[in-house]
């Protein structure tokens, strides 16, 4: 199946540093999602990019859709102690010619620490 | 709004086993799905269901079946538990297809799994 290499695996850092993360694939998406995950929580969408080139900001936060399309990044600007957790980025082929969709493909995800 | 419910959180299981790890949305949402989450690794999906009547197979499906006979619920079964399938399950739904934009994908809170 398709691979997602994510990295870092985690990181430490002091609050109000900038964090930047990312994913490569083998393969090709055609969109891009990344997710924060809490302990014990389920994950939560934070950004979605659907074009080729796209930068996308939420807060904080900014992502880019790879022009390969075979990558993404995340930045977090001024990190806070709430950014504590795991970050998942996730890649998506939706089989329009089929009409069915074979799921997300996930990243191993890169482990937030935040020293204050 | 309860979103996406699981059910139990927690369950010890002996091998061989069979249990059904239950989800349900009340956002009437056509697609939904389950992942397993395993120390390390992204989500991987097991199964999933574009609507009522129709379901497939994702990328790990062995050892597990689904079933979905109302928009509502999407249980999964473990036909004959195996300490390899000790794990953190998610449940997931959507309005649409997962990638059309604007379309957020939201996750239940968990269920954990352990097989002795």
């Known amino acids: 199946g398709q691979q997602l290499n994510q990295s870092p695996q985690s990181m430490f850092i002091q609050e109000g540093e900038d964090v930047s993360m990312n994913c490569t694939s083998s393969s090709i998406f055609n969109t891009w999602l990344w997710y924060k995950q809490d302990p014990g929580e389920g994950p939560v969408l934070l950004i979605a990019?659907?074009?080729?080139?796209e930068l996308t900001s939420n807060g904080r936060l900014t992502a880019q859709f790879g022009i390969t399309r075979k990558d993404s990044f995340l930045n977090i600007s001024a990190s806070i102690p709430s950014d504590v957790g795991i970050y998942f980025c996730?890649?998506?082929?939706?089989?329009?010619?089929?009409?069915?969709?074979?799921?997300?493909?996930f990243g191993k995800g890169t482990h937030l620490i935040i020293q204050p | 709004n309860a979103g996406v419910t699981q059910t139990p959180k927690f369950q010890v299981l002996k091998t061989g086993q069979s249990m059904t790890l239950q989800c349900a949305q009340d956002m009437n949402h056509e697609y939904m799905s389950w992942y397993r989450q395993d120390p390390g690794m992204g989500l991987r999906l097991i199964h999933y269901s574009v609507g009522a009547g129709i379901t497939d197979q994702g990328e790990v499906p062995n050892g597990y079946n689904v079933s979905r006979s109302t928009t509502e619920d999407f249980p999964l079964r473990l036909l004959s538990a195996a300490p390899s399938q000790t794990s953190v399950y998610f449940c997931a739904s959507s309005y649409m297809i997962p990638g059309t934009a604007g379309n957020t994908i939201y996750f239940g809170e968990g269920s954990w799994l352990t097989v002795v």
């Open positions: 996730a890649g998506l082929n939706v089989m329009y010619s089929g009409g069915g969709a074979d799921g997300l493909t």
């Open positions: 990019l659907y074009k080729a080139g």
